[in-house]
């Protein structure tokens, strides 16, 4: 897409005459938004284009829709579509408009959230390198150079949108319904000189764009104009604004961000679904999950810290999976809302009404009628509460809400989770060698024999590799400041002179390197050999490395690496990254010598990355070697081998368990980082983010996480779109040392089923468990079934006090060799033996999809 600015500008004057009577703007009031005159409740989920594949699209809309999301919401990645000033990049995952057309056909909404600054845990917060190295800059506040960029980018988005008709105000089938300038700035306003004056002028800018949908502005309370402010947090019940504009929140966190450092985050499906049923109790109109599918940061694409995987415990997971029981939850609780949206949308103020001291009730519509619905909610965080309401009495968990459409019948409890869970494992293939064209004879043998797998080595130089430095200076420089983000790597290299008479040389002095540094990751070498380790995060840490030094000459040279550029906080463009004082210390006179402001020479990068021989074209650029002996802890090594494509058609994880630090490349293209740091062992964690974690009570991110202890990302995914049946060119570049023989792609497989359902699960006499096995799988063995009082969570259900002895014939006879199969549980089906009165019956069943 390089069509000119001016040639849009034209196109879009000449669409805003011709669109058509049938076109209506987006409008809203205090209640919510109005979409072709009438009023809707917006159930949205969060699914960023560049952090899936094309290929991927079109099903992860599907699964939000089948879910009961009638709209998708996504930023626009400003740093992926202007790679220079005024050069656009709409290929491949940036397809923007393939992405939002996807939405259309589907019959679905689109917010997009422009920004152009998006945090998103995205490097830089989506905002252009490039842009911060133009003198002057600075970015979200009252800056010229940043409002002219902004602006001309804000105005390209629209007018392509624009020119591709995608505005609901462009005609009935435009998928877009709201857009978004700027992203949590309010805390900032006080920070940044002149902050409100520089919101106010995004405000009206993008007013002044016409695009006849609303403009939002989150965590914004008092947006400017008609621009809306929003909510982002776990909760948004509360969140109160000017009487004139809906209540919307933005971000409906599933999970936390997950970082290199912390254990990974989850939130149980109750406390989801319990703070959406919440937010539309209290006359919230729009709600979006995020993420409803996370993703992955593919490339270099992830902000400072973060995780490769963006999976975000989402409804649909990194590989593009439903995550049960979550996304089936959701799906109840979203048909729940949509058989109230008429009575909710349409009665001027609803009734709220005492039902207890931690009990809350909100009615909608005439009482005397069927039109009428009301929530019972309980907020209570431990105890359950039966309440009284209109003469009849309800049992409702604590911290949940109960949906009653027709003012009589509960047809959903939050807290009552009837969804089928899933054990989903990643389960390993070896890497099979394969000729580098399908048809080929590998090694001259036949390819079905064990033929070993064929790996080839290149050893970086450490510090200064080509033919000169990219930059010499008397001091230590900032790394970014160096590379422009073009690598995730800068050498620092310099040099000592030791005369063999020296005293410390003679009376075993043991020297440290002292070095202080900033952000993220740092090996120290001296003449060649890799000395030690260490990570700093965001604060200035000092490592200190023991070191040994030879008679003349000492090469020592340091890399750093960035991790990832931050994507938030004041000021955030301005952080310094790298060594910022390197001294050796440990001499027997007690002094240091301070080598920060000695002679350093500096190179950015790594030649094979500067080479690109990561790509199938010009992996030849250098001479790679084929020991009979793959190396191993060998620190800035890159390997490459040519395998099959993994065999059946599970989505792709790459086990890097025995690897160490760097970056992986299949055909060309970056998996991305990985990172095999282990989170703290002695941190809070819960055996099973789902069963294990209390859903009860206020959400915190460290509530609910899992893997204390272990590598806070094993497994790397590769979209099955990226390999050829054969011939698939596998690149690692490993940083400080790993085992690459210990690689395997594993494919991310459902294996087994539970659900566990009372009796009288609403509605009342409607109680089923539904198993459903991925497409083209079927249920080859129940592995557990009892109806009467099982305890335990799926994988370790036991049979309780009773145990109907049919359970099992009964769930094999409707199940066994189905893909999908539904129990009525009652005693249509099974024998409450001598069991009477008040105990509940619950069926509970673990299966195995074959
Ligand atoms: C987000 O949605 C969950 C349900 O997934 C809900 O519990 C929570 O309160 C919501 N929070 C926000 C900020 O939207
Ligand atoms: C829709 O919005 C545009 C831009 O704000 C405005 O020019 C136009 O008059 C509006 N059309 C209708 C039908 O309200
Ligand atoms: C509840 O019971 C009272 C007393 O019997 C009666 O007057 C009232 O109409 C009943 N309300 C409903 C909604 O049934
Ligand atoms: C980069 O370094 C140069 C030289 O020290 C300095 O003048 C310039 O301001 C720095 N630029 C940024 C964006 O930090
Ligand atoms: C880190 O330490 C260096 C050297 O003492 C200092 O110049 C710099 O301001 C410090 N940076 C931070 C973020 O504390
Ligand atoms: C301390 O010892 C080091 C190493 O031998 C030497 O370079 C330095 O000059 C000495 N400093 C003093 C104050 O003697
Ligand atoms: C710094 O080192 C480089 C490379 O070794 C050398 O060419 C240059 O002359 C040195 N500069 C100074 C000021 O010592
Ligand atoms: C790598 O090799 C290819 C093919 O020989 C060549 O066209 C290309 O210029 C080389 N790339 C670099 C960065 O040297
Ligand atoms: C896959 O890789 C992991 C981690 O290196 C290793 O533990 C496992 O044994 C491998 N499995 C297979 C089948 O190669
Ligand atoms: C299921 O099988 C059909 C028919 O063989 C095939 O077209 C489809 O791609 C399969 N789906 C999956 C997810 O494997």
Not at 511 to 530: D, K, P, R, T
Request: proline share 5%; aromatic share 12%; with cysteine.
């Amino acid at each position: 897409m390089k069509t000119t600015l001016s040639v849009f500008l034209l196109l879009s004057f000449l669409l805003s005459m011709m669109v058509g009577v049938s076109s209506k703007n987006v409008t809203y009031d205090g209640r919510s938004l109005f979409i072709n005159d009438r009023r809707h409740l917006i159930i949205s989920g969060s699914i960023h284009y560049p952090r899936s594949t094309p290929e991927m699209w079109s099903e992860l809309v599907r699964l939000a829709k089948e879910g009961g999301a009638n709209t998708i919401k996504t930023y626009v990645f400003w740093n992926g579509h202007e790679i220079k000033p005024g050069v656009y990049n709409f290929e491949g995952r940036f397809d923007l408009v393939k992405f939002v057309r996807i939405v259309q056909e589907a019959g679905m909404f689109l917010i997009l959230r422009i920004g152009p600054f998006v945090a998103g845990e995205w490097n830089f917060g989506g905002i252009p390198v490039w842009l911060h190295f133009i003198p002057g800059t600075s970015f979200r506040t009252e800056n010229d150079n940043f409002k002219y960029y902004m602006e001309k980018f804000m105005t390209y988005i629209v007018n392509l949108m624009k020119q591709e008709k995608l505005f609901a105000s462009q005609g009935e089938k435009g998928p877009i319904i709201m857009t978004q300038v700027e992203n949590e700035f309010e805390y900032l306003e006080q920070i940044y000189p002149e902050g409100k004056k520089y919101v106010n002028w995004a405000g009206e800018m993008a007013i002044s764009q016409h695009t006849g949908v609303p403009w939002i502005m989150c965590r914004e309370s008092d947006a400017p104009g008609p621009v809306i402010g929003t909510c982002n947090d776990f909760y948004c019940d509360d969140f109160q604004l000017a009487s004139d504009k809906p209540k919307i929140w933005t971000e409906n966190w599933t999970g936390w961000l997950p970082t290199y450092w912390a254990p990974n985050y989850h939130r149980p499906s109750g406390d989801s679904a319990f703070a959406v049923a919440r937010f539309f109790q209290k006359g919230g109109s729009v709600v979006n999950y995020y993420m409803y599918h996370g993703g992955t940061n593919f490339g270099r694409t992830g902000g400072g810290g973060f995780t490769t995987s963006y999976d975000f415990d989402g409804p649909i997971d990194e590989y593009g999976l439903v995550r049960f029981p979550k996304w089936g939850h959701l799906k109840e609780l979203h048909e729940a809302i949509k058989l109230c949206e008429n009575v909710i949308l349409n009665t001027e103020q609803p009734t709220n009404i005492a039902i207890g001291p931690s009990q809350e009730g909100t009615v909608w519509g005439d009482p005397s009628s069927k039109n009428c619905v009301a929530f019972l909610a309980n907020y209570d965080n431990t105890n359950d509460a039966t309440v009284v309401f209109q003469n009849a009495s309800y049992d409702i968990p604590a911290w949940s809400v109960s949906i009653l459409p027709d003012c009589k019948n509960v047809v959903f409890n939050t807290a009552k989770v009837s969804s089928q869970s899933s054990v989903v494992e990643m389960v390993p293939e070896d890497l099979k060698p394969s000729p580098e064209k399908c048809g080929e004879v590998q090694f001259g043998g036949d390819s079905s024999s064990n033929n070993p797998l064929k790996w080839e080595v290149f050893v970086e130089k450490t510090g200064i590799w080509g033919e000169e430095a990219d930059l010499v200076y008397n001091g230590l420089v900032d790394q970014l400041n160096v590379t422009k983000d073009a690598s995730d790597y800068l050498w620092y290299t310099t040099s000592i002179d030791v005369d063999a008479n020296e005293e410390f040389m003679k009376d075993g002095s043991q020297l440290a390197l002292a070095i202080q540094f900033q952000s993220h990751h740092l090996h120290a070498f001296v003449n060649g050999e890799l000395l030690n380790k260490g990570n700093a995060v965001g604060e200035n840490a000092t490592l200190r490395i023991p070191i040994a030094l030879k008679a003349g000459r000492n090469e020592i040279s340091v890399l750093n690496s960035i991790v990832g550029l931050p994507s938030a906080g004041a000021f955030f463009e301005w952080i310094n990254y790298g060594p910022s004082n390197v001294k050796l210390e440990g001499f027997s006179n007690g002094t240091a010598m301070d080598l920060s402001t000695s002679n350093w020479s500096y190179k950015i990068g790594m030649e094979g990355e500067k080479l690109e021989i990561y790509k199938p074209e010009s992996t030849g650029n250098v001479t790679w070697n084929v020991p009979s002996e793959v190396p191993k802890m060998q620190p800035v090594t890159w390997y490459k081998v040519i395998v099959e494509e993994p065999s059946g058609d599970e989505p792709i994880g790459l086990d890097m368990l025995n690897m160490g630090k760097g970056s992986a490349w299949l055909n060309g293209q970056q998996i991305g980082r990985y990172w095999l740091q282990r989170s703290g062992e002695h941190e809070q964690c819960v055996s099973h983010g789902e069963e294990g974690c209390d859903y009860r009570g206020y959400m915190y991110p460290e509530k609910c996480r899992t893997g204390c202890g272990e590598p806070t990302q094993r497994w790397y995914h590769i979209p099955r779109s990226w390999f050829k049946p054969c011939g698939n060119l596998l690149v690692i570049f490993e940083e400080e040392g790993g085992d690459p023989t210990a690689i395997n792609f594993s494919k991310r497989r459902t294996s087994r089923l539970c659900a566990s359902v009372a009796e009288d699960h609403p509605p009342l006499g409607q109680a089923m468990v539904h198993l459903r096995c991925p497409e083209n799988r079927s249920i080859d063995n129940i592995l557990f079934a009892s109806f009467g009082t099982p305890t335990g969570n799926c994988g370790s259900f036991k049979v309780g006090d009773y145990h109907d002895v049919n359970s099992l014939s009964v769930v094999e006879k409707a199940c066994l060799w189905k893909n999908e199969c539904a129990i009525q549980v009652s005693e249509a089906n099974f024998n409450k033996g001598g069991f009477t009165g008040s105990t509940k019956m619950r069926l509970a069943v673990e299966a195995a999809c074959g």
